[in-house]
């Protein structure tokens, strides 16, 4: 049973950076597809980025076009998501999640998932 601890998060100002990290315990990546969602309050889960852990390309969210980056700590066996140009609308708790490989359209669906963390909170405020 793979379980999923994210760390990270926290509060920033309007144009900082923070970085999330999400390692896994109780068994590795392999074989899994990786992504972070986030949920801001009142709002639906939504996709932020994610990627097969052993190749495949990294998709991101409009939204973290150019601001986020996906990447994988293969040491740590880890899923880090640096956010620079922080934004007051990334505020939301940000949520790593783990499921067996699939195509890479489907990693947008969070019921594709089948482990995830408890999440970490961002906020972002002036």
């Known amino acids: 049973q793979v379980q999923l601890v994210e760390s990270g998060g926290g509060l920033a100002r309007p144009g900082d950076s923070l970085r999330l990290s999400c390692a896994a315990s109780g068994g590795s990546f392999n074989s899994f597809s990786l992504a972070w969602f986030r949920q801001a309050p009142g709002k639906e889960r939504e996709f932020v980025a994610g990627?097969?852990?052993?190749?495949?390309?990294?998709r991101y969210a409009d939204f973290g076009q150019g601001r986020f980056t996906f990447s994988k700590d293969r040491l740590r066996n880890s899923v880090l998501l640096q956010m620079n140009s922080l934004r007051p609308e990334d505020t939301a708790v940000y949520y790593c999640?783990?499921?067996?490989?699939?195509?890479?359209?489907?990693?947008?669906?969070?019921?594709?998932?089948?482990?995830w963390g408890q999440g970490t909170q961002v906020t972002v405020s002036s």
């Open positions: 990627s097969r852990w052993t190749g495949g390309a990294t």
């Open positions: 999640a783990a499921g067996y490989n699939f195509r890479q359209p489907e990693l947008v669906d969070p019921d594709r998932y089948e482990y």
